[in-house]
Each structure stands twice: as structure tokens, then as C-alpha cells.
């Protein structure tokens, strides 16, 4: 298959699950394949794993990249690691992206990641879903680097969220107010 357009220029998959942008997929180091190639992956979404525990803890979890790739075949995984455990993750064919921090109290801000815009939900939709479900997960940052998730029930008004919490997930808000919200959609509370 030809990657060369009738003007002449080569065609760039940017959707490619494979694509890096500032260096060649890991199909065009293998073989030389050119983008739009047979290994071509359209990304419908993305994932982004976020470990920041010692080697042995992110070498484990690797064990969720199957069934996860199972169940979205065609998302693009990043993961976020301290920056020793990056090799740990390097090859992996599961994981599209990796991700160092150089330390594990690095400011948020190079943590932190914008939504694309295509991607992003408007007003009217958050208010829709935050007014319709009632299940949530929350991820706090507890101690050192370590972050709490915890599922709960939610109430929406006024732009607000309402809970009621107690435990780990308290004491961390009251530290340090970064926080992950995760609302989830057709779940059973137990299921969670």
C-alpha cells in the first residue's frame, strides 16, 4: 500500500494507535512500513493508567493491560509511572504511551493532561449525566503518592457535587483538595 498522496506527499495516520509524532511507530522501526500501513489502528479512545507506586507494584498491575485492551480494542494507553519504572513499561504491546515523572512529588502541573476539545463534554451534557446518575468513584491523593479511589453515591445541584464521606478520602481532601471524579453510567452500586 502506498502512503504517498496524488499531490505527492505522505500521507500521516495522526489517529494511529501507534502514531508518536516526533518519532517513528514502533512498525516503521521493525520493517520500515510507511504510516497507513497494514498495522494501522484507528484510536476511538483513550486510556490513561496512572502508577506511581514502586517497580515490583507497577510490574503487577501490567497484569490488567489484557483484559483492558479486550475490552477497549480500540484505545490508545498511556501510562504514567515514576520515571525508573518507564522501562518496566517500554515494548509493552498494550501500552501505546509511557509516561516519567522525574519525581514522585512533582508539581501537578506536569501531571496534569487537557482533554481534547472533541473529546470534552459541554455544560449542558456534564449537567445531563451529573443529574441522572448517582454513582461516582472519587481518587484522592493520600500519603506520599499514593491515591485513594473509593466508589460513593452523589447528588448534583447548583453545580455542585454533594456526598457524604468519612475515612482515607476525607482526611486526603482536607490535605490537599486535587481530586478525580468518576461518574459512573448503568453501574449497580455493588457492582463497583
Known amino acids: 500500500m502506498s502512503s504517498m498522496s496524488t499531490s505527492g506527499f ?12 516526533d518519532r517513528p511507530c514502533t512498525w516503521h522501526k521493525k520493517t520500515g512500513v510507511l504510516c497507513t500501513c497494514e498495522h494501522y489502528a484507528k484510536v476511538e479512545e483513550q486510556v490513561l493508567i496512572v502508577k506511581l507506586d514502586a517497580m515490583g507494584d507497577v510490574l503487577r498491575s501490567t497484569a490488567l493491560l489484557p483484559p483492558l485492551a479486550e475490552v477497549h480494542p480500540h484505545a490508545a494507553i498511556t501510562w504514567l509511572t515514576r520515571r525508573e519504572s518507564v522501562p518496566l513499561l517500554q515494548g509493552n504491546p498494550f501500552v501505546s504511551e509511557v509516561l516519567g515523572l522525574n519525581h514522585p512529588t512533582a508539581p501537578l502541573q506536569e501531571i496534569i493532561m487537557a482533554i481534547a476539545k472533541e473529546l470534552a463534554l459541554d455544560a449542558e ?33 447548583g453545580g455542585k457535587i454533594y456526598t457524604f464521606g468519612r475515612g482515607q478520602k476525607v482526611i486526603n481532601l482536607r490535605k490537599n483538595t486535587t481530586c478525580t471524579v468518576l461518574v459512573d453510567r448503568n453501574e449497580k452500586f455493588p457492582e463497583l
Not at 10 to 21: L, M, N, S, T, V
Open 10 to 21: 505522505r500521507e500521516i495516520a495522526f489517529d494511529c494507535k501507534f502514531f508518536r509524532g
Open 125 to 157: 451534557q456534564i449537567n445531563a449525566i451529573l443529574s441522572t446518575e448517582w454513582n461516582m468513584r472519587i481518587a484522592t491523593l493520600g500519603p506520599g503518592t499514593r491515591i485513594n479511589v473509593t466508589p460513593m453515591w452523589f447528588g448534583w445541584a
